[in-house]
C-alpha cells in the first residue's frame, strides 16, 4: 500500500526556519516524482514543485521558486520543503504528493499545518 | 504559464441532481487535465484523469469530457457525500516542465 507520511504541525515565529518532511512508502521512492501543495486557510490548492529522488531533478513553480527549497533524502525515502526564513503569509496547510509523468497526482500525505505568528 | 479558470466557483443543488463544472485551460493542453475532490479538512482524492478516464474504485456517477482548452466534470446524480470542493489540474510538460496547475475550486453544496 503506497503511503506518504508526513511530520506534524508547526508553530513558528517570523523570520524562523523550518524543515517538514513526508516519507513515502509501499513503493518505489525514487522512480517517481514527488513535490508539494500549499493551501491557504479557506483557500484552494497551488502548486509548489516537485522532486526526482532518483536523480535529485528539482523543478518549481514560478510563484514559489526562490521562496522555498524541495530537497529528498533518497536513503531514508523522505522528501522535504524547508524555508530560510518564515513570513506570516506562509500559514498554510502543506500537502505533499506523488506525481505521475502522465500528469496526475494519484497519492497525498495527510497533510501538515504550519502556523507562523509573531 | 497555463492558467486555468473554473465555474462556477461554488453550486447549490438537490440529492439526484445533474451536476456539472467547466475548466478552462488558456491555451491548448491535449488531454492533460485532472479533476480532484476535496472534502474538508482532507487531502485532495484523485477522481478523474487524462479529462475522461474514472481512477479506480471511484463511483460512476463522476465523469469528465473535452480536450484543447474546454473540459467538463459531471457528477450525475448529487449524492449527500459528494459535498466537497473540485478542482481541476493540468500538466504542462513543455521545458522547463514539468510544471502542474490547479485551478481555483467549485464548491459544491446540498440545496
Given at each position: 500500500?503506497?503511503q506518504?507520511v508526513?511530520?506534524g504541525a508547526e508553530?513558528?515565529?517570523?523570520?524562523?526556519s523550518?524543515?517538514?518532511s513526508c516519507?513515502?512508502?509501499?513503493?518505489?521512492?525514487?522512480?517517481?516524482w514527488?513535490?508539494?501543495?500549499?493551501?491557504?486557510?479557506?483557500?484552494?490548492?497551488?502548486?509548489m514543485g516537485?522532486i526526482?529522488?532518483?536523480?535529485?531533478?528539482?523543478?518549481?513553480?514560478?510563484?514559489?521558486?526562490?521562496?522555498v527549497?524541495?530537497?529528498?533524502?533518497?536513503?531514508?525515502?523522505t522528501?522535504?520543503?524547508?524555508?530560510?526564513?518564515?513570513k506570516a503569509s506562509d500559514?498554510?496547510?502543506y500537502?505533499?504528493?506523488?506525481?505521475?509523468l502522465?500528469?496526475l497526482?494519484?497519492?497525498?500525505?495527510?497533510?501538515?499545518?504550519?502556523?507562523?505568528?509573531s | 504559464d497555463?492558467?486555468m479558470?473554473?465555474?462556477?466557483?461554488s453550486l447549490?443543488?438537490?440529492?439526484?441532481?445533474?451536476?456539472?463544472?467547466t475548466c478552462?485551460?488558456s491555451?491548448?493542453?491535449?488531454?492533460y487535465?485532472?479533476?480532484?475532490?476535496?472534502?474538508?479538512g482532507?487531502?485532495?482524492k484523485?477522481?478523474?484523469?487524462?479529462?475522461s478516464?474514472l481512477?479506480?474504485?471511484?463511483?460512476?456517477?463522476f465523469?469528465?469530457?473535452?480536450?484543447?482548452?474546454?473540459?467538463?466534470?459531471?457528477?450525475?446524480?448529487l449524492?449527500?457525500?459528494?459535498?466537497?470542493t473540485?478542482?481541476?489540474q493540468q500538466?504542462?510538460?513543455l521545458?522547463?516542465?514539468p510544471?502542474?496547475?490547479?485551478?481555483?475550486g467549485t464548491k459544491?453544496?446540498?440545496?
Amino acid at each position: 500500500e503506497v503511503q506518504l507520511v508526513q511530520s506534524g504541525a508547526e508553530v513558528k515565529k517570523p523570520g524562523e526556519s523550518l524543515k517538514i518532511s513526508c516519507k513515502g512508502s509501499g513503493y518505489s521512492f525514487t522512480s517517481y516524482w514527488i513535490g508539494w501543495v500549499r493551501q491557504m486557510p479557506g483557500k484552494g490548492l497551488e502548486w509548489m514543485g516537485i522532486i526526482y529522488p532518483g536523480d535529485s531533478d528539482t523543478r518549481y513553480s514560478p510563484s514559489f521558486q526562490g521562496q522555498v527549497t524541495i530537497s529528498a533524502d533518497k536513503s531514508i525515502s523522505t522528501a522535504y520543503l524547508q524555508w530560510s526564513s518564515l513570513k506570516a503569509s506562509d500559514t498554510a496547510m502543506y500537502y505533499c504528493a506523488r506525481h505521475r509523468l502522465t500528469g496526475l497526482i494519484d497519492y497525498w500525505g495527510q497533510g501538515t499545518l504550519v502556523t507562523v505568528s509573531s | 504559464d497555463i492558467q486555468m479558470t473554473q465555474s462556477p466557483s461554488s453550486l447549490s443543488a438537490s440529492v439526484g441532481d445533474r451536476v456539472t463544472i467547466t475548466c478552462q485551460a488558456s491555451q491548448d493542453i491535449s488531454n492533460y487535465l485532472n479533476w480532484y475532490q476535496q472534502k474538508p479538512g482532507k487531502a485532495p482524492k484523485l477522481l478523474i484523469y487524462d479529462a475522461s478516464n474514472l481512477e479506480t474504485g471511484v463511483p460512476s456517477r463522476f465523469s469528465g469530457s473535452g480536450s484543447g482548452t474546454d473540459f467538463t466534470f459531471t457528477i450525475s446524480s448529487l449524492q449527500p457525500e459528494d459535498i466537497a470542493t473540485y478542482y481541476c489540474q493540468q500538466y504542462d510538460n513543455l521545458p522547463p516542465a514539468p510544471l502542474f496547475t490547479f485551478g481555483p475550486g467549485t464548491k459544491v453544496d446540498i440545496k
